[in-house]
């Protein structure tokens, strides 16, 4: 499902938080949203979730402004996973999952198959299979990570917003985390602080800073060494690999 906002501005206790951000974003595109630490990015993500009415009049899922959705049509559209998510109740790696299906079921309706299809189909992408039976307090922050991820995927959203999915995972699950986003059928937007995974995995990258837009499109064009020192104040080497990766590599001074 594509994605348009037209000058999101948000603003808090007096300050402005994203200056007149310009966000389109084709069907099924993976964008990753990168800057400094407190750029933006999750406030442009809970905006693209609708959750910042003050922009709703301005954003578009799918070619209908977000005010005039229901939050039925909003939560089988757009799934959100914020970071440091947390929960009040002790429940299984399973049960949180299914409550991805809510959205597809009314007050006394009964679990369907296709119910029961996204749950395991979400279990299985995030390797969550084996664990379905463990409570949330016995898991890692990686693995509570997952389970979030894997309530989202059950709710088979056109639109998947990720807060730094990335956090606490090891090395391994995060680029088995990155390659399942790259293949994922409906449009994705990431948060990501890992420049390497964002040029690697993604098919268009925006970069913000200090709540405005630097640059957008394709990776490449928008990660530079000049953007990463101006930005970032770093010095980096962008290197192109002969298996067609690409490696940021970062000076200490
Ligand atoms: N509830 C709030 N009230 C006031 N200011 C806020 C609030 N939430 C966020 N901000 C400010 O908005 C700015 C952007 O914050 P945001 O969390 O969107 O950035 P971020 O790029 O996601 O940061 P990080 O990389 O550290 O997670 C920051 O300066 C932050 O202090």
Known sequence: M????QNLTISREGKTILHQVNFQLDSGRK???IGPNGSGKSTLLRTLAGLEKEA???LKLGGEPVDRLSKQQMATRVALVAQHSQLDMDLTVEALVRLGRT???????????????????????????QLRHYHWHQLSGGL??????????AQQPDILLLDEPTNHLDIQYQLELMALIESLPMTVVVSLHDLNLAVNYCSDVLLLN??????????????TEERIASVYGVRSSICHQ?????HIAFQRR
């Open 2 to 5: 594509r994605i348009d906002g």
């Open 210 to 223: 200090h709540g405005k837009v630097v640059a957008s499109g394709d990776p490449l064009a928008v990660i």
């Open 144 to 153: 509570q990570q997952r389970c979030q991820i894997a309530r989202a995927l």
């Open 103 to 129: 959205p597809y079921r009314g007050l006394f309706s009964a679990w369907s198959q296709q119910d029961t299809q996204a749950v395991e189909l979400a279990l299985e992408q995030t390797q969550l299979t």
């Open 31 to 33: 964008l990753a949203l």
């Open 242 to 246: 002969e298996d067609g990766d690409v």
């Open 56 to 58: 709703n009049a301005q």
